[in-house]
């Protein structure tokens, strides 16, 4: 495998702007398998849930009074929400709320959270367009499977250097994605996806805070705009993701091309996402998954001693915050996580509501849970050993949590979790009729009976 980590000054480079254009253009509808077909409609489920969940809350509130300044064109629904808005800021917001709860997919190969730039960029085009289900789902396939070719193409030195990879690659998603939405040929693709080159979106300087959920957001609004204007006929660089000043050889000391092209239309990478059970960063889902086993064995925080772990160096360098002040921070502490699934036995996004980070017993088991960093123990695994009052201990080992691809929600989970979010916010007779049309949305003519049910009273 040809593995390139210097500026490639000889122009040797594969062409991969051009042909991830033309796979974008003329890959066939639905070629794929029914795993695949199925995996899209878990994905976009998943996300549809995630955003609605979150449409109340503060960081979707203050996107959506920014963007109504502008007063925007009724052209897309705020999921979630009765307000219409311009598809650009349907497409931010439906963006920043997917992710807000950071309880969205993940493509664990890269950690990108793919989705929220894509399906959020999508829907709301094809809310204006009128797109059929199947036109959307064909989108969301074909745009995630750019996002994350390209992200396995820099990860994950990309993401060492500071940059969140769910936004920095979900432009070019959402730009695939409304690109094939639009009918767009390969010469105005490849302009699309050089427009979205010149704006990556997201530094991991920003977890903790309102401005990370932005990113998917951020990103689709990008893609989108990156397809409106190729489609107008604005120019970018041909070569704008594989020249030697373009996205991959300056955002990145690893650039592996063949990441691109290897089984191009025969490999999906959306075959590769999961959900999570629990509202927060995954790297501390093996942790929690441990606590909860911990605490379904009898460990309590009454006769709790102390959790010992053992983890991955990029758990702490990602959720190390010991005292986390709020929700948001809490998302990234996976000594919050552990003190609430050893508590609740579980981590949904009610165990990070603020009064509940700093409640007194939450913190108190918190201070118990101290983390080691072993680096021979795998990124997606934890051990952990409770030792308890009387002397005993109890030992967990976690090599897969659940949610991972070997042990994957199904789709009734899927269904738990959607309506524990959705629920509160439309209603559960709407919410059945929303996830009804998300399995059935391929058979859909037109994108906009489902988005009427994604709105408050759903018309």
């Known amino acids: 495998m040809a593995l390139n980590t210097k500026i490639d000054a000889d122009h040797n480079a594969p062409p991969v702007t051009r042909i991830l254009a033309e796979y974008i253009v003329n890959h066939p509808s639905r070629g794929w398998d029914d795993a695949a077909e199925h995996e899209a409609h878990r994905t976009f489920m998943n996300w549809l849930g995630c955003a609605v969940g979150a449409a109340e809350h503060e960081a979707g509130e203050a996107a959506l009074r920014a963007v109504q300044v502008l007063q925007p064109s009724a052209q897309a629904t705020v999921l979630g929400r009765g307000e219409r808005v311009d598809i650009a800021s349907a497409a931010l917001i439906n963006g920043i709320t997917s992710h807000t709860f950071d309880f969205d997919d993940t493509h664990l190969k890269t950690i990108i959270h793919p ?31 750019v996002s994350c070719r390209i992200g396995n193409m820099i990860y994950p030195h990309h993401y060492d250097r500071g940059w969140h990879i769910t936004g920095s690659t979900g432009s070019f998603g959402a730009a695939a994605a409304c690109a094939r939405l639009l009918g767009l040929d390969a010469d105005k693709t490849q ?22 959920p932005f990113h998917p957001g951020g990103a689709a609004s990008a893609g989108l705009m990156s397809a409106l204007l190729a489609r107008e006929g604005y120019t970018a660089s041909k070569r704008a993701i594989e020249a030697p000043r373009g996205f991959a050889q300056v955002l990145s000391t690893k650039f ?4 691109i092209t290897d089984e191009l239309g025969k490999r999906f990478e959306i075959s590769f996402n999961t959900y999570k059970p629990f509202a927060c960063g995954i790297v501390i889902h093996p942790s929690i998954d441990a606590c909860v086993q911990l605490r379904e064995q009898g460990v309590t925080p009454e006769n709790l001693e102390r959790i010992d772990l053992r983890v991955h160096s990029l758990v702490l360098e990602l959720t190390g915050k010991k005292e986390p002040a709020d929700g948001l921070q ?16 579980r981590a949904s996004e009610s165990e990070y509501a603020d009064d509940i980070v700093t ?25 952990a050993v409770a ?14 949590a659940i949610g991972s691809l070997q042990r994957p929600m199904s789709d009734k989970d899927l269904e738990a979790k959607f309506s524990s979010q ?37 018309q």
Not at 116 to 139: H, W
Not at 196 to 212: D, H, I
Request: proline content about 2%; glycine content about 12%; hydrophobic content about 45%.
């Open 115 to 145: 989705a929220g730039p894509v399906c959020s960029a999508v829907l709301a085009l094809a809310e204006l367009t009128g797109a059929s289900g199947r036109q959307i789902i064909d989108a969301i396939v074909i745009g995630i499977d």
């Open 191 to 212: 302009m699309a996806l050089g427009i979205a080159a010149s704006q990556p979106v997201g530094l991991r300087e920003q977890f903790g805070t309102m401005t990370k």
């Open 256 to 259: 592996d091309w063949n990441e």
């Open 330 to 345: 809490g998302k990234f502490s996976v000594y919050h996580g552990c003190a609430a699934g050893l508590i609740f036995g």
């Open 359 to 383: 409640r007194e017993d939450v913190v108190g088991v918190r201070r118990k849970v101290v983390a080691t960093v072993d680096d021979t123990i795998d990124e997606a695994a934890v051990d």
């Open 387 to 400: 030792t308890l009052k009387d002397g005993r201990k109890v030992h967990v080992f976690v090599e897969h």
């Open 422 to 458: 959705a629920d509160p916010i439309l209603g559960a007779e709407q919410v059945r009729k929303l996830m009804d049309a998300c399995w059935n949305l391929a058979k859909a003519q037109d994108a906009r009976g489902l988005t009427a049910l994604a709105r408050k009273g759903g």
